[in-house]
């Protein structure tokens, strides 16, 4: 009967949900599946950070509602942050605001700026969120290029010179989820010119900001002169301290929409828990020494990843940033798909996988493997893989 509501019937079902029940299924059957699939971290937060929560939660007053728009120490913290990792000055009042994640924010700041019939460009693949949070506010779609090559400003020209009614948004996401692809900060001035010169938000995914290799830290589109004039970015703690469970994360940038966003969320939440919002607080003020360890461990698991899984015959390129890969097809299994695929790695070789089609049409022919499991278990995935791919008669040999 959901077919009835209009909202339900702009959204597709969700791919990827498929494999999850299948890997649901496998594993209550007793099935030993090394999940891959999901980028939901396996390391716990900083204990600190926890005995901030434990501390605050026995206060007799902290179980009341909370700031929808988030403690002051926190949006104190948070604009701290920025000061301190980009060299950015943020006016924690108004250009500051706590969400639910970064999930959440995005989705509340398109149901605050879209009207029924607007047009929104998004990557394409991209996270869901990204299109059908606007999907779900009325917008319909324009899709852009994830990749930051020649091709993506002529998809944005062309976007603008070929849409109707004209796009009044642009979603970005470096480092991309799913592909992992990285800007520098060169490609965000250009872009800030863009926006401006067309009269464009811009809307900043950042939720893995602090997962980057190779030394070389992600920047800020909020480090280009003027960039407050026309974009909001959104960071999380989820992947940076450990923290997905806890539901924490930020909007910061242009107050324009960082008030419109505050005033829709001051009608459907009461913000999170305050215990929580302390505990953020004591992991952006605290010790970050965790934020490094945490990055060596993605860094050695993706190293190990690319190693074990090119033994076993699937190359894989090594992620720039972020706790993803963004792995093509074997080339003589690539005509089965990636849901196929995903569904036959998940059967025959017991690891799940995302398949890349869920991310939109361009990802298809593409899966996306998260770090989550420890470097033993990586290595076991590229065991069972292996077999799988002799199983299908696809040389391995030398690998």
């Known amino acids: 009967m959901d077919d009835q509501f ?31 699939g999901m980028g939901n971290p396996d390391q716990p937060p900083p204990k600190h950070v926890i005995d901030k929560l434990c501390e605050v939660a026995q206060r007799p007053d902290a179980h009341g ?11 104190k913290a948070q604009a701290n942050y920025y000061e ?45 969120i990204h299109t ?16 930051p090559d020649d091709k993506y400003w002529e998809a944005l020209e062309a976007a603008m010179n070929f849409t109707v009614p004209r796009p009044t948004v642009l979603v970005v996401n470096f480092p991309s989820n799913p592909t992992a ?11 800030v010119d863009w926006a401006k010169f067309h009269k464009v938000w811009i809307l900043s995914d950042l939720a893995y900001s602090e997962l980057y290799y190779d030394g070389k830290p992600t920047p800020s589109i909020l480090q280009v ?15 940076t301290y450990g923290m997905a469970g806890w539901r924490m994360g930020f909007a910061v940038g242009n107050q324009t929409l960082i008030a419109a966003m505050t005033r829709v969320k001051s009608y459907i939440d009461y913000g999170a828990f305050t215990p929580i919002q302390a505990a953020a607080c004591a992991a952006l003020n605290g010790p970050q020494d965790y ?28 992620p720039p940033a972020s706790m993803f890969a963004w792995a093509p097809l074997p080339p003589a299994l690539k005509e ?41 278990r990586l290595r076991q995935a590229a065991r069972n893989v292996k077999r799988y791919l002799q199983d299908m008669g696809v040389n391995t040999a030398g690998t």
Do not use: C
């Not at 059908?132 to 990749?147: E, Y």
């Open 181 to 191: 692809e990285v800007v520098d900060l060169d490609f965000y001035a250009k872009l």
């Open 84 to 128: 301190r990792r980009f060299g950015v000055e943020l006016d924690a009042e108004n250009e500051v605001v706590v969400t639910l994640g970064s999930k959440e924010g995005l989705a509340s700041l398109a149901t605050a700026i879209t009207a029924p019939g607007d047009t929104i460009m998004a990557p394409n693949p991209s996270y869901p």
């Open 291 to 318: 934020v490094e360890q945490n990055r060596l461990m993605y860094h050695k698991r993706r190293d190990v990843m690319v190693e074990a899984f090119g033994r076993a015959g699937w190359d894989i390129p090594p």
């Open 132 to 147: 059908f949070g606007f999907i779900i506010a009325g917008a319909s779609i324009r899709s852009v290029p994830t990749t």
């Open 336 to 376: 089965m798909g990636s849901l196929e695929f995903s569904k036959q790695l998940l059967t025959h070789a017991e690891v799940a996988v995302a398949p890349g089609v869920g991310y939109g049409e361009d990802g298809e022919g593409y899966v996306r493997i998260a770090m989550v499991e420890n470097e033993q």
């Open 225 to 239: 002169p003027g960039a407050k004039d026309v974009a909001v970015e959104f960071t999380s703690l989820s992947k």
């Open 65 to 75: 509602y909370s700031q929808s728009k988030g403690i002051p120490g926190l949006r």
């Open 6 to 36: 209009y909202r339900i019937k702009r959204l597709p079902p969700y791919v990827i949900a498929e494999v999850n029940a299948m890997r649901a299924a496998a594993r209550a059957e007793g099935r030993d599946i090394i999940d891959l």
